[in-house]
């Protein structure tokens, strides 16, 4: 059972890479918010921000940039998943001998595929840019896993928008509040010079403490007790959002 159900992922996870492999605008218009706002940031408004870190500008905010990567990115697994839905092709695939639950994870899988090659556009710009990290392949290992868990966390929550949208638009807008829930976090400023309540809703929001983890690992810092916190709201948010879409599918096609 296993074997087939991996097999059966695979081969349609084929079939979602070859879509995007003939469309590579999906890529293009993914990593071209994220690349302006770096450049808006890093060259425009980044000399009168105060960060206090002593790094420089594009080495402090390009964790936040990488999460909004992701988060633009997402959005186009909803889209898929709704043209699909929309389309008959999951009706079809019923009525083939292949395993269900392999339709939904080809779209995770192609979305952490395509997202992992958004991030790495993304981390090649800012290096021309001036990134400069002391992060041992270790350290760059362990940053690639976080925004592995944080993709599929992301993806998922993309998969319960695409099963449940009545239109393309409310598809692919659900990513919106994702895209800005970086710019309420320690990704840009600082969590210090916002006001109260601003700021503890910064400080307790999961953004927050992946990007202090990601920064802390490419400056070579202890990371401390906050790669736990973003740990457990990566696999927390995973988990309940994986349980939550499989439920919806099952009910769709049953």
């Known amino acids: 059972m296993t ?6 992922t695979g ?3 084929g079939r979602s890479l070859r879509h995007i492999l003939r469309s590579p605008d999906t890529i293009i218009t993914t990593v071209i918010t994220p690349i302006a706002l770096m ?11 105060r960060t206090g870190s ?13 999460l909004i990567t992701v988060a633009s990115g997402v959005a186009y697994t909803a889209y898929r998943l709704f043209l699909d839905l929309r389309g008959g092709i999951f009706e079809r695939f019923q009525s083939m001998p ?3 639950s392999s339709v939904l994870w080809a779209h995770v899988l192609t979305s952490l595929v395509a997202n992992l090659v958004s991030v790495a556009i993304v981390i090649g710009v800012a290096l021309v840019m001036g990134f400069r990290t002391g992060a041992s392949p270790g350290g760059w290992l362990a940053v690639g896993a976080i925004l592995i868990l944080f993709t599929l966390a992301l993806t998922w929550i993309a998969v319960i928008a695409g099963l449940t949208a009545k239109t393309v638009d409310g598809a692919s807008g659900f990513s919106y509040p994702l895209i800005f829930l970086p710019f309420v976090s320690s990704a840009f400023v600082p ?6 309540p601003v700021a503890w809703f910064a400080e307790n ?5 992946i990007v202090d983890t990601i920064r802390a690992v490419f400056a070579r810092e202890p990371v401390g007790s906050e790669i736990w916190v973003a740990l457990a709201w990566l696999v927390g948010i995973l988990v309940v959002a994986y349980a939550v879409a499989i439920a919806i599918h099952r009910r769709k096609v049953s």
């Open 205 to 209: 929001q999961p953004v927050t403490s």
């Open 98 to 100: 292949i395993a269900r």
């Open 11 to 13: 081969v349609l996870t």
């Open 191 to 196: 969590t210090e010079s916002m006001p109260g």
């Open 54 to 66: 002593g790094a420089a500008y594009l080495d402090y905010m390009l964790p936040g940039i990488l």
């Open 3 to 8: 074997t087939h159900v991996l097999g059966d």
């Open 39 to 49: 450049l808006l940031f890093v060259y425009v408004l980044g000399g009168a921000i």
